[in-house]
Each structure stands twice: as C-alpha cells, then as structure tokens.
C-alpha cells in the first residue's frame, strides 16, 4: 500500500480550494486594463492598516523592499549599525547591507526570537536603528526594546514579514515600532501568487515618501521627478488576490493555531523542546518549530513516512559566506548557532487533516520512544 504523503506546504491544494473564487476575481482585475497600481491596492492598504491598527499602510512588491525602504526612510546610510539577530531569513540583515550599514546582531531567547537584554550592550555612537524579527510568528518582547528606543532615540523598525495577525499585549505586530514591515511571500499565512509585501506606519511622513520611492517618485506628476525612486509597488492582481484572501485570514489562523494546540498536546516534551505560547501573546504560526537532538536522523525517519518537513534556517547570518566582512566567528552567538542544529518545522499549514496531525505526532514520538 502506498503511503500517503504530507507535505510541508500545499499551494496547489488552496488553489484548488480557491480556484473558483478566484479566477472570477483575476478576470475583473485584469479587465480593468490598470495591471499596475490601481483601486484593489488603495483597499488593500486600507484593509491592512485596520487589521494592523496603525494609520498608514503602502502596499509593495516584497517584504525585503519594504525593510529596505523602511530604513532608508529612517535615516539609515552607509557606515550606520542596525540591531537585529543572526537566525532571521537572509533579508533581514541584506536590506542593512543594501543601504551601506553594517547589521550589528546580538543573540536571542529560547524562543528564538531577540532577546532585549542584550540590545542597550549592543548600541554605538553609530546605531540608527533597532530591528527585532517576530520570528515564525510569534511576536517579540517588545516593552524593553521600546524602553531601550525611547532612552536613547533610536527608532524601531519592526520586521513582521511572518507575522500578520500576530498580538503582543493585543497589539498587532508592525504597529509598534515607526515602520512595520510584512511579508506576502506564497509560503506566508496572507500569501499572493507571487511575491508582494506591505509597510505600516503612523506617521504621514513616512507614508507619503514611502509611496512617492515606491513608484519611481512620479506620486504626484508622472513628468516631474522629485525623488530618484524605484519599481517596489504592488501589482494590481497581487492585491486582487489579496483582498480576496484577507476575508479568509482569520479562518486560516484559527487553523493553524488549532493545529498548534493538537501539537502541543501530544508531542512528548520530554524529549522535544517546543515553546508554548504566553498569555499576552497571540501566535499566528506562520511556521511550527520544535527543537530536538539528532535532527537530520529524525527528518529522515519522517521522510520515509511520507512527512515532508523544513528548517528555518539551519546556517545563522553571522555564518553566511557573504556576510564574512563583519568579521564574527562560529561561537558568537551561542543560542542562535545551537538552535540552527536543533529547529525543525513540521506541516502547520491550514489544510491538514486530524489523522495528518496524528501521525505527524505519533511518527515524532515514535522517533524517540
């Protein structure tokens, strides 16, 4: 008998699911003949800066566009330091890179996210800015780093790319810091078909430079250029598609984090370390990372189970052959390293079924028993 396989991720299955709605939608926003810009992006920025409780919201073509400009509307220039941490996707540290800064990285907590004592150790004459990572999801103590940021003056920018939805304190994610920056990658839990991302702020500034760059700086007069901008907006479909799935986002979390729930349950915490979410938080899971000794042998006792899984990311930023020239060494961050030969994602995604769940668990479990 053919064993039935679980995939991490399943994209062709919500294209199905969705295939009918859909298409109607992509026809009305291709008929329109706007391809570029256009009304779906003016409600999509209105959604999403409701949903995210701050006034402002530009929608754009990536998350990594949107750390990017974010910090260049920040001040951040070359020879500044940005604090951020070493166990984020590559873009979190390469947007620093882009604009001449140096990424200054401090290690993190066990839940993988920045740990904030470390950060106030971490602050020179020349840090423009602080930039925490709500990592897989799960938002980052934000009190103390934004005690540390209004102490010394230094603005938050917030890399929310996987964590829409996502609450600290009933605060949304992306609305605590100048600029919230989010991912809408086709792997995230608000996903286009495509790769598109958004920006939040409260400060019309910021808003009103951050659309005036994002479109070659042609905002007001496509003939008179202010500003050397560039091509960062969002595509008219993406934003069709969008719109369409932010009406769904709320069922998508509550699955995802009813899947969560079953994990926590019945993995068994004597043998795997999984971090259980606090009462002031509200995790969206864009992934589920669990930590556990012999990794490789245990993705391998999945895999011939039929259980795909992934790790995000088995080599820190500090490690990376790019980024040799800020001259850390293996041992700089020693939580943040250990974690990366421990994390393993298992499936999270909204349409798995109980018995995906139950034998995700039990072929886990099973592994160390």
Not at 168 to 188: D, M, Q, R, V
């Amino acid at each position: 008998m053919k064993t039935k396989k679980i995939s991490y991720i399943d994209l062709s299955l919500q294209w199905k699911n969705e295939r009918f709605g859909l298409l109607k939608i992509i026809d009305k926003a291709l008929s329109t003949g706007i391809w570029a810009g256009g009304k779906n992006v003016n409600i999509f920025e209105k959604k999403i800066s409701k949903l995210c409780k701050t006034k402002y919201a530009v929608a754009m073509n990536s998350g990594t566009d949107a750390l990017t400009i974010g910090l260049s509307l920040l001040g951040v220039k070359r020879g500044d330091e940005v604090i951020t941490v070493p166990n984020s996707f590559i873009a979190s540290a390469a947007a620093i890179v882009h604009l001449g800064a140096k990424p200054v990285f401090v290690d993190v907590l066990q839940d993988q996210n920045i740990n904030p004592d470390l950060i106030e150790k971490a602050i020179t004459e020349k840090t423009k800015a602080i930039l925490p990572v709500h990592l897989t999801g799960r938002p980052v103590e934000m009190d103390k780093i934004i005690k540390i940021s209004k102490k010394y003056n230094i603005p938050i920018i917030e890399d929310a790319a996987q964590s829409i939805g996502t609450l600290y304190k009933n605060k949304p994610t992306g609305s605590f810091g100048e600029i919230g920056c989010f991912s809408a990658h086709p792997l995230k839990n608000l996903n286009a078909v495509g790769d598109s991302g958004y920006l939040t702020t409260n400060k019309k500034n910021i808003y009103l430079k951050a659309k005036d760059l994002i479109n070659h700086g042609m905002t007001s007069n496509r003939n008179s250029i202010k500003d050397f901008g560039f091509v960062s907006r969002m595509d008219n479909i993406q934003a069709a598609v969008l719109n369409y799935r932010l009406d769904r986002l709320k069922e998508i979390i509550d699955k995802r984090r009813k899947n969560a729930e079953f994990y926590l349950e019945n993995l068994d915490d004597t043998k795997i370390t999984v971090i259980k979410e606090k009462p002031y938080q509200f995790n969206t899971y864009h992934t589920f990372v669990i930590q556990v000794k012999n990794r490789e042998k245990l993705i391998n006792h999945l895999k011939k189970k039929g259980i795909s899984t992934a790790v995000h990311y088995p080599i820190p930023i500090h490690l990376q052959p790019a980024a040799k020239f800020l001259n850390y060494k293996k041992g700089s961050f020693p939580i943040a390293e250990k974690q990366a030969n421990e994390i393993l994602t298992l499936p999270i995604h909204q349409n798995l079924k109980k018995n995906d769940l139950i034998k995700i668990t039990k072929t886990v479990n099973s592994f160390f028993n």
